[in-house]
T-cell receptor, first 109, second 115 residues
Framework: GQNIDQPTEMTATEGAIVQINCTYQ??????LFWYQQHAGEAPTFLSY??LDGLEEKGRFSSFLSRSKGYSYLLLKELQMKDSASYLC??????????WGAGTKLIIKP | ETGVTQTPRHLVMGMTNKKSLKCEQH?????MYWYKQSAKKPLELMFV???????ENNSVPSRFSPECPNSSHLFLHLHTLQPEDSALYLC??????????????FGPGTRLTVL
């Protein structure tokens, strides 16, 4: 079956750096998304990786290794407003979007 | 500011009630989606519409009935639901539908509680 694994919950300190990992086992690969979802709100698009390597957008960066079936989201200079769930999703070879269960990130002062 | 709106934001209904969820997208997209989000579970795709035609129905019980009158509006009609149907129902849209890798843009969801 197809599967995406992410840690259920992580805790980090304001101002620090945190890395949220995502590993996937899917039938093929056509790209990987990261979304942010604050409690009670819409998931919002953060990044899309289709080629190996690191994509940087301000304080957020996303990395992909297709050979390892692995991605991570790196958040720098953490702010309290970064407390949210982070969802990883992969397009498989049939263009089905496979979702992880999300990682709840708690930021402490 | 969001390009996808959903109403109501919260809904409590009994198992014998009939209600409808509404979604509207202001992005000029051609595809719309209904998802179910339960606590600590991955998003479950329920229905996909592309150019107002249903192209995906992932074995969803018949007590959920979608309707897409035009490319900007999507409804989910609910009747005789079960308590296990309590969840956050998310609507999304994308420029193109199935067969593309276009980014999906989500509404804030309707928090549904079935008593």
């Amino acid at each position: 079956g197809q599967n995406i694994d992410q840690p259920t919950e992580m805790t980090a300190t304001e101002g620090a750096i945190v890395q949220i990992n995502c590993t996937y086992q899917t039938s093929g690969f056509n790209g990987l998304f990261w979304y942010q979802q604050h409690a009670g709100e819409a998931p919002t698009f953060l990044s899309y990786n289709v080629l190996d390597g690191l994509e940087e957008k301000g304080r957020f960066s996303s990395f992909l290794s297709r050979s390892k079936g692995y991605s991570y989201l790196l958040l720098k200079e953490l702010q309290m407003k970064d407390s949210a769930s982070y969802l990883c999703a992969v397009w498989d070879s049939n263009y089905q979007l496979i979702w992880g269960a999300g990682t709840k990130l708690i930021i402490k002062p | 500011e969001t390009g996808v709106t959903q109403t109501p934001r919260h809904l409590v209904m009994g198992m014998t009630n009939k209600k409808s969820l509404k979604c509207e997208q202001h992005l000029g997209h051609n595809a719309m989606y209904w998802y179910k989000q339960s606590a600590k579970k991955p998003l479950e795709l329920m229905f996909v519409y592309s150019l107002e035609e249903r192209v995906e129905n992932n074995s969803v019980p018949s007590r959920f009935s979608p309707e897409c009158p035009n490319s900007s509006h999507l409804f989910l009609h609910l009747h005789t639901l079960q308590p296990e149907d309590s969840a956050l129902y998310l609507c999304a849209s994308s420029q193109a539908g199935l067969g593309s890798t276009d980014t999906q843009y989500f509404g804030p969801g309707t928090r549904l509680t079935v008593l």
